[in-house]
Nanobody
Framework: QVQLVESGGGLVQPGGSLRLSCAASGSISSINAMGWYRQAPGKQRELVATISSVGSTNYADSVKGRFTIARDNAKNTVDLQMNSLKPEDTAVYYC???????????????WGQGTQVTVSS
């Protein structure tokens, strides 16, 4: 059974930094893209950043230059370094992965439970 577990959320003042981590575990054959999404109260879930299996990255315009996504393929983890945080970054952040379990040709999308990030003075 596959699980994605996030950690690192918390309360931080505007301009501060946080580092989120996500670990994938289970009978995983391979992982394609991994990423971070977020959802603020009353808003749609939105893409924050993604990273491919070979390290190509994609960022939302709102976080470009402030956030950095990275992955460790050997450990099946993906991190999100968040700098210069703003109040509008406040949301539940979710880890996402497109991965194959037993059959390496069949990929499914998995979500973590989410971790709260609050940016407030």
């Amino acid at each position: 059974q596959v699980q994605l577990v996030e950690s690192g959320g918390g309360l931080v003042q505007p301009g501060g930094s946080l580092r989120l981590s996500c670990a994938a575990s289970g009978s995983i054959s391979s992982i394609n893209a991994m990423g971070w999404y977020r959802q603020a109260p009353g808003k749609q879930r939105e893409l924050v950043a993604t990273i491919s299996s070979v390290g190509s990255t994609n960022y939302a315009d709102s976080v470009k230059g402030r956030f950095t996504i990275a992955r460790d393929n050997a450990k099946n983890t993906v991190d999100l370094q968040m700098n210069s945080l703003k109040p509008e970054d406040t949301a539940v952040y979710y880890c996402n992965a497109d991965l194959a379990v037993r059959n390496p040709r069949l990929f499914y999308n998995y979500w973590g439970q989410g971790t709260q990030v609050t940016v407030s003075s």
